[in-house]
């Protein structure tokens, strides 16, 4: 019976927990570990996107206004361009990531997971963890420990080569948003997240392939943004992460799953983060229900590709300002166009809806734009 199989979790980020609480949904018995003590807070975009807030209450874990601020769609700015786009469905949701880990965590107690905090896991093989000079006996274990995962390193599931790294670095601001969007301002040579995370504050972070650079020294690159932030308090420490886009061949092997960054990668511009997790926590709960990692595996690969393909995109437009100045003056010029890759970036409409006729018209706009 499933009810009598152990399921470990191994990182008590929001990829781990939502592993959990999936597995127990499915009346696996789980456990979560993780070598950090909460709250753990985490450089990041922080916006769930739709699809995102769809996987959380299938989990179970509904956010209203005084958990998470809402966001309508997506704007993309540049110093000659404007192009907005609205979500078809429901808005995407902001917490605070400290927020958002202790709702989850509230959840999973519902259903009655463990944590075991200050927990550091030595070594993995495909049938104990060692944890504590304890060797442990597990029937499914789960790497949910981030891009540089240990787990991923003991099982073997080598990840491709790292593409484009990049640095991103996150602080809060006391101000009250002024759109309801989440907006992207890009630059030469780096992007600013604009992601409004209550009534009264607003998260702001920086992309770029400068690991010194800063969000106060990237907001002098940003005139119009910095004259909206001119006066707010700050109302968080400045956090800092890397990141890229890594796809693994393999994201399984014997009992061992990996989710969330563990998994693979796409770049933090995109927004996916959260949302693949929690996508991917439901994914191999329901394969583990079926005792069939290969049916995760084929999900992963569906879940990913439209995130990885926008990533490519938006690399593109990173990498060169001609692309990218191309590409959001067609944004502003097809408002319908915008609004369709959005429907697609946001899980409204699947990437398998593109015609290969209309990628062709797409890239022959961005040459005439």
Not at 253 to 263: E, F, N, P, Q
Not at 341 to 355: E, Q
Request: charged share 25%.
């Amino acid at each position: 019976m499933n009810a009598a199989k152990n399921v470990v979790v191994i990182g008590a980020g929001p990829a781990g927990i939502a592993a959990a609480i999936a597995a127990n949904l499915r009346g696996f018995r789980s456990v979560v570990l993780d070598a950090r003590m909460p709250p753990v807070d985490k450089a990041c975009g922080e916006g769930i996107l739709p699809h995102g807030v769809a996987a959380l209450r299938e989990l179970g874990v509904r956010l209203d206004a005084g958990m998470a601020h809402p966001f309508f769609g997506i704007r993309f700015l540049d110093e000659e361009c404007l192009a907005h786009a609205a979500f078809s469905g429901e808005p995407g949701l902001a917490p605070r990531r400290t927020r958002l880990q202790q709702i989850l965590i509230d959840r999973a107690i519902e259903v009655d997971v463990e944590f075991q905090w200050g927990a550091r896991v030595t070594h993995v093989d495909s049938k104990f963890f060692t944890t504590n000079e304890k060797q442990i006996p597990y029937d499914w274990l789960i790497g949910a420990d981030g891009q540089n995962s240990a787990v991923r390193e003991w099982a073997g599931l080598r990840s491709s080569a790292v593409r484009r790294e990049r640095f991103g670095f996150r602080r809060h601001f006391r101000v009250r948003p002024w759109s309801d969007g989440v907006e992207v301002y890009w630059g030469e040579g780096c992007q600013m997240f604009v992601t409004p995370t209550g009534p009264e504050e607003a998260g702001v972070a920086v992309f770029s392939r400068d690991p010194q650079l800063r969000v106060e020294q990237a907001l002098e690159r940003f005139p119009a943004l910095a004259e909206k932030l001119e006066g707010a308090a700050p109302a968080s420490k400045e956090l800092g992460d890397t990141t890229s886009l890594r796809r693994l061949p393999e994201v399984t092997v014997g009992c061992i799953a990996l989710v969330g960054d563990a998994s693979g990668t796409v770049d933090a511009l995109t927004g996916h983060g959260l949302s693949l997790a929690f996508q991917q926590a439901i994914a191999l709960a329901d394969a583990l229900l079926q005792e069939d990692l290969p049916r995760y595996e084929a999900a992963h690969r569906k879940i990913m590709a439209m995130p990885v393909a926008m990533t490519r995109l938006m690399l593109l437009m990173e990498g060169s300002d001609t692309i990218r100045r191309r590409a959001l003056r067609l944004f502003e010029e097809t408002p319908g166009l915008f609004s369709r890759l959005l429907s697609i970036h946001s899980g409204a409409v699947p990437l398998s809806s593109v015609s290969a006729g209309e990628m062709i018209q797409f890239g022959w706009r961005m040459l005439r734009a």
